[in-house]
């Protein structure tokens, strides 16, 4: 079946550069097809003809294009506490250490780096809470930060449909979310009690990081697999830098350190700590 636009391999590889350079995202050739699905969305809205005119408009840095476009081709896929075993660890050994540690000034700050639609972020604050004591009179901030505007959109009003929160224990979801009534019937919100302790913002993470350097945690799971080794480096020392200096790093089940940075050390399941 004849496709809508045509889409040739130029296309696609000039495509592949644009991605690299605005997202650091590097495309195999097997991205083709994915590529063109969700940009042909793009061509529709803009009653386009074909991809070669789409291309230009980008190289020729239109900003609001500019922006659909890094939507458009990043990838969002994310639920409530993924990865039960990162969380299980910040509440028996993380956030103890840390509380120990920060005695003096009662604060904590946490960076979850590619929050997507917020589920993780919101995952943190619900630990976070169920750790430190009511009233304890802690400090804790998590920065929530994404490309994609669509999603921070969605992390920021804390709203879902319930099939998203069909994981959570009945306890953890009647505490900390409040179930949509009449018109929002199959929608849960989260408690604002959350939703105070997390600010969201775009961040690109090829760019500038408005971050303060002395961060306890960083999470940044399934979003180095995106980049090239060579990306991955930098991004590591980056994040070496942003932390305190024995200071933590969670990245994702599929992702590995290993010949990439020597700046911190193996505490196992993808927990590292600061060590350079």
């Keep these: 079946m004849a496709k809508e636009f045509d889409f040739s391999d ?50 020729s840095g239109d900003e609001s294009e500019l922006g659909d476009f890094t939507n458009s081709v ?7 506490f993924r990865e039960q075993h990162h969380f299980d660890y910040l509440k028996t050994t993380l956030i103890p250490t840390l509380m120990k540690l920060n005695a003096d ?8 780096a590619g929050c997507s639609t917020g589920e993780e972020p919101y995952s943190l604050a ?12 802690w400090d804790v901030k998590i920065l929530a930060t994404d490309l994609d505007t669509n999603v921070l959109e969605t992390g920021s ?4 449909s319930m099939d998203r929160v069909n994981g959570i224990s009945s306890a953890v979801l009647k505490r900390w979310f409040n179930k949509g009534k009449g018109e929002k019937e199959g929608l849960v919100r989260v408690s604002n009690e959350l ?47 942003t932390l305190r200096s024995d200071g933590y790093l969670i990245i994702g089940h599929s992702e590995s350190l290993h010949k990439v940075t020597d700046r911190f050390k193996s505490l196992g399941k993808t927990i590292y700590q600061r060590i350079v």
């Design 10 to 59: 130029k296309d696609f590889q000039r495509v592949k550069k644009l991605v690299l350079e605005h997202t650091g995202i590097c495309l195999s050739d097997i991205k083709h097809d994915m590529m063109y699905s969700r940009l042909a969305k793009r061509l529709r809205k803009l009653n386009l003809d074909n991809f070669s005119d789409y291309i230009d408009l980008i190289e």
């Design 74 to 80: 990043t990838t969002n896929l994310t639920s409530f």
């Design 105 to 112: 000034t009662r604060k904590i700050r946490i960076w979850s």
């Design 126 to 137: 619900i630990t976070l809470k169920e750790t430190i004591p009511d009233n304890a009179g």
């Design 157 to 160: 009003s804390g709203v879902y």
């Design 195 to 241: 939703r105070d302790m997390i600010v969201f913002k775009q961040l690109n993470l090829m760019g500038p990081w408005p971050v303060k350097a002395g961060v306890d945690i960083i999470i940044c799971r399934n979003v180095v697999i995106y980049f090239d080794k060579a990306t991955q480096s930098v991004l590591f020392d980056r994040y070496a830098e």
